[in-house]
C-alpha cells in the first residue's frame, strides 16, 4: 500500500532543511514604465496628425437578412469581391463552396446562395415543419431521377410496393405461443 501524503511532507521536511528566503524590503522597488507609455509621455500629441477614425455602419447581408457593424471600407471591399451586394462573412464562406462545386463561376454561385437563403427566408423560419418536409420531397426527386430506366419499368407508378405480407409471420408466432 502507498504512503499518504502526510507521510512523504513530514519525511521530506525532516530530511532537508532549507531556509525561508529573506524577506524584500519595499525600498529597492521601482515603478517600471512601458516603452510606449514613456514615448508618449515625451511626446506632445497633435490631435491633425492623428488619421480620422472611420465610423461604423450596419451593413445587412442581402442573403440571410442578418446585420453587422463595418466601416464603409470594407463594405466596399466586400461589394467589389461579391458583384455589388453586401453579404456577410458566413455567406460568403456558402458561395465559396457554391465556387468549387460549379467550377468558379462566381455569378451563378451567388446566385444559387441566393436563392436558398430567399426560400428558407420564406418558408424556413416561418413554417420549419414545411420546410422540412419540401427539403425531403427535393430529396426523394433526386432519388428517383438517379433510378435507371430498366428499375423504373419494374415499379408501379403511383402504389406503396410490398415485397411480402407479414400477416402469415404473425399468425405463426400467434400458434406457436398456444
Known sequence: MAPNAET?????????????????????????VSDISYELSKEVMDVNKLPPISEVEDAKCECCGMCEECTPQYIQRVKDKFSGKVICGLCAEAVKEELTKNGGKGEEALNAHMNVCVKFNRLGRTHPILYQAEAMREILKKRAKSISPKERVAVKKGGIMRSSSCIPAITKDMTDRT
Open 8 to 32: 512523504i511532507v513530514t519525511t521530506y521536511s525532516r530530511s532537508n532543511n532549507f531556509s525561508k528566503p529573506p524577506r524584500l524590503s519595499m525600498e529597492g522597488l521601482q515603478r517600471t
